[in-house]
């Protein structure tokens, strides 16, 4: 298995404009997460999908952030109107037990927002 | 105050040496407690997952839960210049709900 994918690895954007970040779970996964890194706060759970229903989104952190899972392969992480103060490495992990054993984290999106 | 605290190093020890690695938490209801790996723009990776108090140990890794003192620790034996990365805590109040609440990280570096 290629593991959890997403894209893209990196994305520069201005302030203002729509991001949407990707991620391919590992097939069989019934859990996905995505989550924000930054050095001042660390990583940050901000929404998890079971068998693709939203189950805690009270990690976005305002309206201008959301996500969708529209099928057990593919979810979207959308920031409109994204802010600098968006700028990190945002990472989406899946898992078969809800994440509490093992989640699986891909590679992350290192985003930029000048 | 943060809920989990975690010093950010950089810890810099020689080849072989045992590495000392600590979290403090401040909410008495964590009962699950992880450790994850994380190389240089890579995803982080689970290294130790242990519940409640006492000691696991997996190879070279030694993981440590005192919830009297709510403290953690990993201990990595004979340490490598592989095991250089930074090192994240993680932990949450109970099984059905997967709110991990992670420390910011300790970045570790192992000299040849």
């Known amino acids: 298995d290629a593991g959890v994918i997403q894209s893209p690895r990196h994305e520069v954007t201005e302030m203002g404009q729509e991001v949407t970040l990707r991620c391919k779970p590992i097939?069989?996964?019934?859990?996905l997460f995505w989550y924000r890194q930054t050095m001042m706060r660390g990583l940050e759970l901000l929404i998890y999908?079971?068998?693709?229903?939203?189950?805690?989104d009270s990690g976005m952190p305002e309206d201008r952030f959301s996500a969708k899972m529209p099928n057990a392969s593919f979810s979207t992480l959308k920031i409109q109107p994204s802010e600098p103060r968006d700028s990190a490495v945002y990472f989406c992990?899946?898992?078969?037990?809800?994440?509490?054993?093992?989640?699986?984290f891909g590679q992350g999106t290192r985003l930029t927002v000048v | 105050q943060k809920e989990v605290e975690q010093d950010p190093g950089p810890l810099s020890v020689p080849e072989g040496a045992i590495v000392s690695l600590n979290c403090t938490y401040s909410?008495?209801?964590?009962?699950?407690f992880m450790w994850y790996r994380q190389y240089s723009r890579k995803g982080p990776e689970l290294l130790m997952y242990?519940?409640?108090?006492g000691n696991k140990e997996d190879g070279r890794f030694t993981a440590q839960v005192d919830k009297s003192s709510k403290y953690i620790s990993l201990f990595i034996r004979d340490s490598q210049p592989s095991d250089s990365a930074t090192y994240l805590c993680?932990?949450?109040?109970?099984?059905?709900?997967?709110?991990?609440?992670f420390g910011t990280g300790t970045r570790l570096k192992v000299l040849a």
């Open positions: 992990a899946s898992s078969t037990t809800g994440g509490r054993t093992e989640a699986f």
């Open positions: 097939s069989g996964h019934d859990y």
């Open positions: 999908f079971n068998n693709n229903v939203p189950i805690d």
């Open positions: 909410n008495s209801a964590f009962q699950y």
């Open positions: 242990t519940y409640s108090s």
């Open positions: 993680a932990m949450t109040p109970h099984s059905g709900t997967y709110k991990y609440i």
